[in-house]
């Protein structure tokens, strides 16, 4: 089994920054694509940034030039580093992984359990 743990979530007035970490661990052979999605209540889970294996990003339009998505390889780890927070940006933020535990094993998502950023004065 594949457990991702998330931390950085917590309360930050507009205009600040935070910054989401989301640690893989357990049987993984390999990591394909890391991301992050939010969701509010009453709405459909966004997509906020995702991250391929090579390195190339995409970004939801309310967070492009505010929000950067990176992951340590090496420690099977994903980062949101958000700034210029906007209230609308308050959420529950979802770390999710596609990983295979085998080498001729399909590649299978895992999701996190999700950690609350408020953006509030």
């Known amino acids: 089994q594949v457990q991702l743990v998330e931390s950085g979530g917590g309360l930050v007035q507009p205009g600040g920054s935070l910054r989401l970490s989301c640690a893989a661990s357990?049987?993984?052979?390999?990591?394909?694509?890391m991301g992050w999605y939010r969701q509010v209540p009453g709405k459909e889970r966004e997509l906020v940034a995702g991250?391929?294996?090579?390195?190339?990003?995409n970004y939801g339009d309310s967070v492009k030039g505010r929000f950067t998505i990176s992951r340590d390889n090496a420690k099977n780890t994903v980062y949101l580093q958000m700034n210029s927070l906007k209230p609308e940006d308050t959420a529950v933020y979802y770390c999710n992984v596609e990983f295979r535990p085998g080498l001729f094993v399909r590649y299978r998502e895992v999701w996190g359990q999700g950690t609350l950023v408020t953006v509030s004065s």
């Open positions: 991250i391929t294996s090579g390195g190339n990003t």
């Open positions: 357990g049987i993984i052979f390999s990591i394909n694509a």
